[in-house]
Structures are given as C-alpha cells and as structure tokens.
C-alpha cells in the first residue's frame, strides 16, 4: 500500500480545527491544490454519513471527489473513504485526520492511503486494517508554523 | 482492466522491503548487474536474492536476461514513475489544502480569543 503523510502544527485549538475540516464554510476556505474556487462542498459529517466536494483550479479544470465518513471523533479524528469522479485515479483511497493538542494549538496529521488491488478494495476495511504491507512517505511541510 | 491501482498495489509492494529497496538503488546508480553482483552485499543467499529479484520483475520494476550462465538485471523505470506521480499529486494537494485550512483555523481561533464569549468548545 502507499500513502502520503503530512504532519502540520497550527495555531488553533483542535475544536477549531476539526470544524474547519467538517464544516462547509471551512472546506470552501481551504480544499484544492491551488487558489481555484471551491464549487461544492457538502458534507454529513457522522459514521456512515457522505461527503461530496467540487473544486476548480487555476487551470479551469474541475475536480471531484465524494466518499463516507468511517470515523467522527470531535475533536481528535476524522477518517472517511476517497474517491474521485474524474478516472484520473480510480478506485477508492483512505484519508485520516488526526488532530492531538499541543501548546497553543494543535499538531495535524493526514494520511492518504491508496489501496493496493481490486480484492483488498473489495474487503476494504478488512484490507486497510490488516495485512497490507505499508510503505508511508513522511515529509513535513517546509513552511511548518510556528506556535509561539 | 488493466487497473492503475493495481499496478501501483504492485510496485509499492515490492518496495516495501529495505533488500528489494537497496538493489534498486544500486541498479539505479549502475544501470545494470549481474545477479551475483546483485547479491555479493548482501547477508543473504543467492536462492533468497532471487525470490526478490521475481518479485520485482512481477511488478515490472526490473527485467533479467539470460546470456550463457550470466543472468543480468536492467532496471525500468516507468512504475516507479508512475508511483511517484502518484505521490506528488497527493503530496501538492494536501500541503497546499493545509496551509490554507491553517491560515482558516487560526483567523478563527484569533476571532474566538478576541471575543471569548462566543468561544466554542
């Protein structure tokens, strides 16, 4: 399996955090790789509930991606399921929050995994939980905040 | 269909193990080696060299040909070329999403602590 891990300190507390994570007006803020706007952001955020986000970036191209939410834990942890509309990357990928309280804020860590086939898709907690072998690329974000 | 995902379940499988990881660099660095150049740094033997060697080929990283009793490995790059793609789409997406979601969060933690009245949980 592969994944992205980025860890990032911000300087708000972790109730504030979470809610900018679940709340469409805080995903309007933020979702995307680059400036574009945000053109949907729909979110029912409890176990089982969905997710649906649109953005279109600087380039004119839209992006879509929808998924469930697996675990809602305010304010500690958010994990849903991924998957985007375009076939760009197909099949469904993990995404995790976990939020962990530091001095005058809180200390993010996202993980982003990809599933390794179709089979562990198939049985996709049972897969991501157990025997898939895990490579995590770690980086931080060079522009790491500091909290004073 | 021949899916990507698979093919990337494929590659970073065979990239999890530090052997496997240590003769791709090498084969990065010398382009090609023979089997038993392969294997000389290794505390392991040949037949245990050789199962990784599989295990890359299956996931397209390496191919080997045979010319006498030399067998020599050539490495091919477009899997992890693709892995890495993947990779950096994710990386970009994400450390650019949470720069901004910090920027948000922290106006708004700025607005709570300037009106602590309508502070939240």
């Known amino acids: ?148 | 269909m021949v899916n990507s995902q698979m093919r990337l379940g494929r590659t970073f499988a065979a990239l999890v193990d530090p052997t496997r990881r240590a003769i791709l660099t090498r084969l990065e660095r010398a382009g090609t080696a023979t089997v038993s150049e392969l294997a000389s740094p290794f505390a392991i033997r040949l037949p245990a060299v050789m199962k990784h060697l599989g295990v890359l080929d299956e996931a397209g990283l390496i191919s080997r040909s045979k010319s006498g009793r030399t067998v020599t490995v050539r490495l091919r790059a477009a899997p992890m070329r693709e892995a890495l793609a993947w990779l950096r789409r994710y990386e970009r997406f994400w450390s650019e999403s949470i720069d901004r979601l910090a920027a948000y969060a922290e106006a708004r933690e700025a607005a709570a602590r300037a009106h602590p009245r309508k502070r939240r949980r």
């Open chain 1, 1 to 148: 399996m592969i994944s992205v891990t980025l860890v990032r300190r911000i300087a708000a507390r972790p109730s504030i955090v979470f809610d900018a994570l679940t709340t469409p007006e805080g995903i309007r803020c933020w979702l995307g790789p680059d400036e574009g706007p945000v053109l949907i952001a729909e979110a029912d955020v409890r176990v089982g509930g969905r997710f649906r986000l649109r953005f279109r970036k600087l380039d004119g191209s839209e992006h879509e991606s929808s998924g469930e939410y697996l675990e809602v834990r305010r304010p500690e942890r958010l994990a849903m399921t991924w998957r985007w509309l375009d076939a760009e990357d197909p099949g469904v990928s993990r995404v995790e929050f976990d939020l962990r309280p530091v001095r005058d804020g809180t200390e993010l860590t996202l993980t982003h995994s990809a599933l390794a086939d179709e089979n562990t898709r198939r049985s996709h907690e049972e897969g991501w939980r157990g025997s898939l072998t895990k490579l995590a690329l770690h980086f931080q974000t060079t522009r790491k905040k500091r909290v004073s």
